[in-house]
């Protein structure tokens, strides 16, 4: 069974940075496109980046181009987003999974707040 535990998150003033780290319980990154995906309240789970096996092709949601970077070390079964000019509307849950996710596999997330 994979455990994904996703850490990073806090509060932080509108325009700030955190940068979150997914670290799996066994090795299957490598062979595997991974994704954070975020969760605000009321609403439903949106994928915000993913990355390929290899790291080489990165793929991110319009609202977050251009501030968001996701990267992978697949030698420490890790995957980040490193997150900038943080937005209120960025406020969510977020959570590392595979693209396209698996159920099982969901952790508990890490809390992102924006707010001054």
């Known amino acids: 069974q994979v455990q994904l535990v996703e850490s990073g998150g806090g509060l932080v003033q509108p325009g700030g940075s955190l940068r979150l780290s997914c670290t799996a319980s066994?090795?299957?990154?490598?062979?595997?496109?991974m994704g954070w995906y975020r969760q605000a309240p009321g609403k439903q789970r949106e994928l915000v980046a993913s990355?390929?096996?290899?790291?080489?092709?990165?793929k991110y949601r319009d609202s977050v181009k251009g501030r968001f970077i996701i990267s992978r070390d697949n030698a420490k079964n890790s995957v980040y987003l490193q997150m900038n000019s943080l937005k209120p509307e960025d406020t969510a849950v977020y959570y590392c999974?595979?693209?396209?996710?698996?159920?099982?596999?969901w952790g508990q997330g890490t809390q992102v707040t924006v707010s001054s």
């Open positions: 999974n595979k693209v396209p996710p698996v159920a099982n596999y």
């Open positions: 066994r090795s299957f990154f490598s062979i595997n496109t």
């Open positions: 990355i390929i096996s290899s790291g080489g092709n990165t």
